[in-house]
Every structure is written in C-alpha cells, then in structure tokens.
T-cell receptor
C-alpha cells in the first residue's frame, strides 16, 4: 500500500531534549516536505527536499533541521525543543512537489508536546 | 499577508443540506488549485485539482469551481453526510511554490 509513515505519532518531551521525528515513503517520490499545523494558522512549511541531498527552508524553519540521505526517508530533527514547537507535524511527499499536477500525500501526523 | 484566504473559518450544517466553501487567492502566476479534506487527527487527502483551463470539476458529492479571472474557487458539497465533517484546505500552486489556506472547519450534525 502506498503510504507516508511518520513516527512517533504522539510524543511528550521536555525543553532542550533532542528528538527526531521519522518520515518514510514507499512511492519513490522525489519531493518530501514537513509542515506544522497550529489552530487558526493552517499548514506551514518547515523544510522541503526536491531530491536526495537537496533540502531547502520553508516558511518556518527556525529550530528545526532535516536531512535527506536516501530517497525514502526525510527525518525532522529538533535539536533543542522549546514549548513554542508544540504542534501537530505532517510529513508529505509528491512526485514533483505538487507544482504541476502532482498531489501531496500526507502522513498521519505526529502530535508533539514540549513541556 | 496570506496569499490564500478561505471562508468561512467554520461552518455547522444539518445532515442532508448543501454547503459552499470559498477560497480566494492572490498567488501568481497560477499553476493549479487543489482542495484537500482533513479528517480530525488525520493527514489531508486530495479531493480535486483545478488547472487554469478548468472551471468545474466534480468528485462524487463534491464539486469544485474556479474563476481564474477573479481568483476565486469554491467547493460545493451536496446532500451532506456526517462523514463530511472535516477541515477543507485550499492549496494554490504558482510556478515554484505552494500556498496553503488556513482551512474551513465543517461540522455536519444529525
């Protein structure tokens, strides 16, 4: 089954404790991206990757890191989480970034709480 | 200022009724516009895509319209069902980026 898998789905952590949210897709998509979703603000892009070893900042990259060492995986790293990073995070993938007719396929989301 | 504005922010309707959600955008140059449905606690799923040359597209009880001149799109839901309760997100692409609306939260009550 074609899917985007995120882990963990739920996480409660404390300020400053490094964490990684994994994202994996099995559709051989070139484009992958991370979003955070907060009430009233909608989805905001954190980072995106057009292909292996190519990553770029989105609209809200501060406090986050990503890597794209292989096509299927795109982990999101919070080196020193802070309470303002408490949010619902989504990973997505697409054949061509959704810019032409490509569709974004989203994971199920990871709800992160930073105390 | 967000380049994609959706209205209303939230909407409550009775089961069986119709409703229309709005999306206005300033994104330019326009490439395509997608409507996504996001069930509570789940990731968004694409409902339909509109390109410049299309002004109406249907997907079951969902009908999207696009007026590229006024830069407006609407999503019409016919004979609503309880399962239509969700957030509906409008996403507009230009030549190299995607812009997300904040979404409309629809609640269908029995």
């Amino acid at each position: 089954e074609a899917q985007v898998t995120q882990n963990p789905r739920y996480l409660i952590t404390v300020t400053g404790k490094k964490l990684t949210v994994t994202c994996s897709q099995n559709m051989n998509h070139e484009y992958m991206s991370w979003y955070r979703q907060d009430p009233g603000l909608g989805l905001r892009q954190i980072y995106y990757s057009m292909n292996v070893e190519v990553t770029d900042k989105g609209d809200v990259p501060e406090g986050y890191k990503v890597s794209r060492k292989e096509k299927r995986n795109f982990p999101l790293i919070l080196e020193s989480p802070s309470p303002n990073q408490t949010s619902l995070y989504f990973c997505a993938s697409s054949l061509n970034g959704g810019l032409l007719t490509g569709e974004l396929f989203f994971g199920e989301g990871s709800r992160l709480t930073v105390l | 200022k967000n380049q994609v504005e959706q209205s209303p922010q939230s909407l409550i309707i009775l089961e069986g009724k119709n409703c229309t959600l709005q999306c206005n955008y300033t994104v330019s140059p326009f490439s395509n516009l997608r409507w996504y449905k996001q069930d509570t606690g789940r990731g968004p799923v694409s409902l339909t895509i509109m390109t410049f040359s299309e002004n109406t597209k249907s997907n079951g009880r969902y009908t999207a319209t696009l007026d590229a001149d006024t830069k407006q799109s609407s999503l019409h839901i016919t004979a609503s069902q309880l399962s239509d309760s969700a957030s509906y997100i409008c996403v507009v692409s230009d030549s190299d980026d995607m812009r997300f609306g904040a979404g409309t939260r629809l609640t269908v009550k029995p």
